[in-house]
């Protein structure tokens, strides 16, 4: 049982900083924030859950059944990840590209305490073994952050390299346009990674720059042990809320500009972009297929279909799908029936995820996969993990990956040019 107590905070982006400060002491402990973007299926503004009680860490074999068998006996609040490479647990595929991260593929941990933010109100949900430290920890954070210890400064300056050079990547791009033109597949996410070795950084440091100039709606903090997740996503993946379903996949970028005509030329020519578009469709019918597994009949339907959305760095292509399902219906079941999400897989699914683990360089791990939560009602929400920094910190190795999607008329410069447009935010924060 959870003890319930609510406090109003004036000053809620101080709170914030301050609570991700304090959150550091703790093992592991997950951050959502919501950056004030407010939707029709918006349920809090920020969330953070540390301080495991119990948790589940896996490989791939089995890794959806032990999930659920851990989701159904606690029966609580449970926050954590899933990798990419589940795949391998869903259908006959295998990973075996290098990895210089080493997550495991699965880890969630239920938290003693549990701190969530709606407007100016903090409403602590503690486990009653811990109901007795609300006050203790709400006048704690309210203090503020202790000053830096030195040894928190990043310690090395970051060399960022790249896992496959410019003529490498318009090679396997081509490679993927031959599958695309033999009609082994309509479209494919093609990703490469950008990583830095030998490298320090500090993780809270990067991760409070990286969301101040992003402010994304799924931004997602992520600490377990020495492993870290800087997440600044734009995009959900699937949310359960009561008996309905919800995806809301991305597919179609363009560029801001700080010209408010040019701004609005850009959104503009984004809606009408026709490959933009059909990119935008073909993975609206996956996730449409990819619901319909799970769902009561005749109940899936696009409430959306390629609207543009602003972000701080860039405009965005997002589609609205949505489903009915049972109230017995397994969580962990809707999730294992689409995953991984289809905007970073392609079409047919299967078979561009083979075509992915040949022509990529790298093993996606984390990245590419999801960070969220289910409640004790059953419900949960997931966020798709790109624009993202992943860090381990014995391993002294920073990655992030970008990508984009190829159909028949991807241009392979053009490609390049969204992969860096997409990578900047990241690379601006550790560089500088």
């Given at each position: 049982?959870?003890?319930?107590?609510?406090?109003?905070?004036?000053?809620?982006?101080?709170?914030?900083?301050?609570?991700?400060?304090?959150?550091?002491?703790?093992?592991?402990?997950?951050?959502?924030?919501?950056?004030?973007?407010?939707?029709?299926?918006?349920?809090?503004?920020?969330?953070?859950?540390?301080?495991?009680?119990?948790?589940?860490?896996?490989?791939?074999?089995?890794?959806?059944?032990?999930?659920?068998?851990?989701?159904?006996?606690?029966?609580?609040?449970?926050?954590?990840?899933?990798?990419?490479?589940?795949?391998?647990?869903?259908?006959?595929?295998?990973?075996?590209?290098?990895?210089?991260?080493?997550?495991?593929?699965?880890?969630?941990?239920?938290?003693?305490?549990?701190?969530?933010?709606?407007?100016?109100?903090?409403?602590?949900?503690?486990?009653?073994?811990?109901?007795?430290?609300i006050e203790e920890?709400?006048?704690?954070?309210?203090?503020?952050?202790?000053?830096?210890?030195?040894?928190?400064?990043?310690?090395?300056?970051?060399?960022?390299?790249?896992?496959?050079?410019?003529?490498?990547?318009?090679?396997?791009?081509?490679?993927?346009?031959?599958?695309?033109?033999?009609?082994?597949?309509?479209?494919?996410?093609?990703?490469?990674?950008?990583?830095?070795?030998?490298?320090?950084?500090?993780?809270?440091?990067?991760?409070?720059?990286?969301?101040?100039?992003?402010?994304?709606?799924?931004?997602?903090?992520?600490?377990?042990?020495?492993?870290?997740?800087?997440?600044?996503?734009?995009?959900r993946y699937v949310?359960?809320?009561?008996?309905?379903?919800?995806?809301?996949?991305?597919?179609?970028?363009?560029?801001?500009?700080?010209?408010?005509?040019?701004?609005?030329?850009?959104?503009?020519?984004?809606?009408?972009?026709q490959k933009e578009?059909?990119?935008?469709?073909?993975?609206?019918?996956?996730?449409?297929?990819?619901?319909?597994?799970?769902?009561?009949?005749?109940?899936?339907?696009?409430?959306?279909?390629?609207?543009?959305?602003?972000?701080?760095?860039?405009?965005?292509?997002?589609?609205?799908?949505?489903?009915?399902?049972?109230?017995?219906?397994?969580?962990?079941?809707?999730?294992?029936?689409?995953?991984?999400?289809?905007?970073?897989?392609?079409?047919?699914?299967?078979?561009?995820?083979?075509?992915?683990?040949?022509?990529?360089?790298?093993?996606?791990?984390?990245?590419?996969?999801?960070?969220?939560?289910?409640?004790?009602?059953?419900?949960?929400?997931?966020?798709?993990?790109?624009?993202?920094?992943?860090?381990?910190?014995?391993?002294?190795?920073?990655?992030?990956?970008?990508?984009?999607?190829?159909?028949?008329?991807?241009?392979?410069?053009?490609?390049?040019?969204?992969?860096?447009?997409?990578?900047?935010?990241?690379?601006?924060?550790?560089?500088?």
């Open positions: 049982m959870r003890k319930k107590v609510s406090f109003t905070v004036p000053d809620i982006a101080g709170f914030k900083q301050s609570l991700l400060h304090w959150s550091q002491q703790y093992y592991e402990f997950v951050w959502l924030d919501s950056n004030g973007h407010k939707s029709k299926y918006s349920s809090f503004d920020g969330m953070l859950a540390a301080d495991a009680l119990t948790s589940i860490v896996t490989d791939t074999q089995n890794a959806f059944e032990d999930l659920s068998n851990y989701q159904s006996n606690t029966k609580d609040w449970i926050f954590g990840y899933l990798s990419y490479d589940l795949k391998n647990d869903t259908e006959q595929l295998f990973s075996s590209n290098p990895d210089g991260l080493n997550f495991p593929a699965l880890y969630f941990f239920q938290p003693k305490k549990l701190i969530e933010i709606q407007g100016t109100v903090v409403t602590f949900h503690y486990l009653n073994m811990v109901a007795d430290e920890d709400f006048n704690n954070i309210l203090e503020g952050p202790k000053p830096f210890a030195p040894e928190l400064e990043n310690q090395s300056d970051v060399k960022i390299k790249l896992r496959i050079f410019k003529d490498e990547y318009f090679s396997r791009v081509n490679k993927m346009l031959n599958h695309i033109h033999r009609g082994d597949i309509y479209e494919a996410n093609f990703c490469q990674e950008f990583y830095a070795e030998n490298t320090k950084i500090d993780a809270l440091r990067t991760y409070l720059k990286l969301n101040s100039i992003t402010r994304a709606p799924f931004s997602a903090f992520l600490k377990i042990n020495d492993k870290y997740l800087l997440s600044s996503s734009p995009e949310k359960k809320l009561g008996n309905k379903i919800i995806s809301q996949p991305i597919k179609g970028t363009a560029k801001r500009s700080l010209d408010k005509n040019e701004d609005r030329l850009l959104v503009e020519a984004l809606e009408k972009d578009r059909a990119e935008n469709i073909m993975i609206v019918d996956l996730v449409r297929n990819d619901l319909s597994k799970s769902a009561l009949k005749g109940s899936v339907k696009v409430e959306e279909l390629c609207k543009v959305y602003s972000f701080d760095q860039v405009h965005q292509m997002i589609s609205t799908i949505t489903a009915e399902v049972s109230s017995t219906k397994n969580p962990v079941d809707i999730i294992k029936e689409t995953f991984p999400m289809g905007s970073m897989t392609g079409a047919p699914k299967v078979s561009a995820m083979r075509i992915i683990e040949e022509l990529e360089a790298s093993k996606r791990g984390l990245y590419s996969g999801t960070v969220g939560y289910f409640t004790p009602d059953n419900e949960f929400d997931f966020n798709v993990v790109i624009r993202s920094i992943l860090y381990n910190k014995t391993a002294q190795y920073v990655s992030f990956s970008v990508g984009s999607a190829i159909t028949a008329k991807a241009i392979p410069e053009k490609e390049y040019e969204e992969c860096l447009l997409k990578a900047k935010a990241m690379r601006q924060v550790l560089e500088n």
